[in-house]
């Protein structure tokens, strides 16, 4: 009985924590600091996929968030929150990757976007402030038709023709074990 109360107690504990911490990442809290410059590009995109404009603007440094704080002012909150979202629907994939260690405390990366049609790069610097990484600068967006678009058939799915000359060289299916 005193195993099973504090067996008990013991996933209820857990439970909670599990809860807090969802909660917490889900309001911007604690949870959402973003320790690596990765984690700063993706709670970015995150941000733009559910359409939170103040967790959104919390991932830039004081260059870049005036400029972005006017375009959410002259577009209204609604409109910017559907851009966001509206920013990210055709992106079918992201890859990031790391380009230049500037110094300690700033680094370039280059952000790849997917789309069906096409793939657009972009370079974004992240400045270290306290201890969380924040993106300090966006390049110009630079746009590329991939060869073979995204989602296009690689292999043919249709199964070999089957006809005399290939069953004859064909190996014998197994027996079965005689009863």
Partial sequence: MQRNLVTLLTLALIALGVWYASRTREAGGPAATAATPEDAINAMLDACRRGDAPAYLDSFTDTLRPQLEATRQQMGDARFRDYLIESQAPVMGVATM??????????????????????????????????????????????????????????????PATNAASRMSAPPPPRSPAP
């Fill in 98 to 159: 790391k380009k230049a260690d500037l110094r300690p405390d700033l680094v370039r990366y280059e952000i790849e976007f997917v789309h069906r049609d096409k793939n657009q790069r972009q370079l974004v610097e992240l400045k270290k402030v306290g201890d969380r990484w924040l993106i300090d600068s966006m390049g110009q967006a630079v746009y590329a038709k991939p060869p073979i678009p995204y989602g296009t058939k690689v292999f043919d799915d249709t199964p």
